[in-house]
């Protein structure tokens, strides 16, 4: 166990459905990171918060969205989904932001499949 | 930019050595390198910062040539359990730059 939770860990839906996804980040780190892995291209970077703010994004397309709450957990919404939007959905954390000092813990990630 | 890896897999016999290899273009503050099993989430082996030195782990070692924006990762006598696909996230020097762009990764497979 990481530390890092994810849920659910598979997801199956239709096109056009709408789902999300959860993160806890690991006890004592502010950093959320979502990335989203196919098997072509790899970890892309979708979005991150520090401490309940988005600080940077990535090729996060217009019809998903991200948030962190208080207590520092996130979500990951996605909406209007296409065949094309499945894929493994991982949530890491670190401690900091700004910095790269600090390695990031990555959950078990979630299974997303649009049929 | 998404850094580049190679080789983009590699094949090995238990005992025998391999090194990866992670380009940038742009300018580097670090480089992060992770490990990661078919079916399970990335996990962190080691970071090396700008104007660092070449980091160790085990048997797993890696260096890093901020001049030529290049990071390196040495696997000796390997085990089976370094099977798995190598990915170097690479963070670049510039405000507003926070988060790891991953290259495509390397497969390894380490084989009896």
């Known amino acids: 166990d990481s530390g890092v939770t994810q849920t659910p860990k598979h997801l199956i839906t239709a096109t056009g459905q709408r789902v999300t996804l959860r993160c806890s980040p690991r006890s004592g780190d502010l950093s959320v990171y979502w990335y989203q892995q196919s098997l072509d291209q790899g970890l892309q970077f979708l979005i991150q918060y520090y401490n309940g703010e988005e600080r940077a994004k990535g090729n996060i397309l217009e019809r998903f969205s991200a948030q962190q709450f208080p207590d520092l957990h996130s979500e990951l919404n996605l909406s209007s989904l296409e065949l094309g939007d499945s894929a493994l959905y991982f949530c890491?954390?670190?401690?900091?932001?700004?910095?790269?000092?600090?390695?990031?813990?990555f959950g078990s990630g979630t299974r997303l499949t649009v049929v | 930019q998404q850094p580049v890896q190679s080789p983009q897999a590699v094949i090995l016999r238990e005992g025998e050595d391999a090194v990866i290899n992670c380009s940038s273009s742009k300018a580097l503050y670090s480089v992060h390198w992770y490990r990661q099993k078919h079916g399970e989430a990335p996990v962190f082996l080691m970071i090396l910062l700008k104007g660092g030195e070449q980091k160790g782990h085990d048997k797993i070692s890696a260096s890093f040539n901020e001049k030529k924006q290049q990071s390196s990762l040495y696997l000796t006598a390997s085990q089976l359990s370094y099977s798995g696909t190598y990915f170097c996230?690479?963070?670049?020097?510039?405000?507003?730059?926070?988060?790891?762009?991953f290259g495509k990764g390397t497969k390894l497979s380490v084989i009896p």
């Open positions: 996230g690479t963070h670049h020097s510039g405000a507003g730059s926070y988060q790891l762009t």
């Open positions: 890491a954390s670190s401690p900091l932001t700004g910095t790269s000092n600090y390695g990031y813990t």
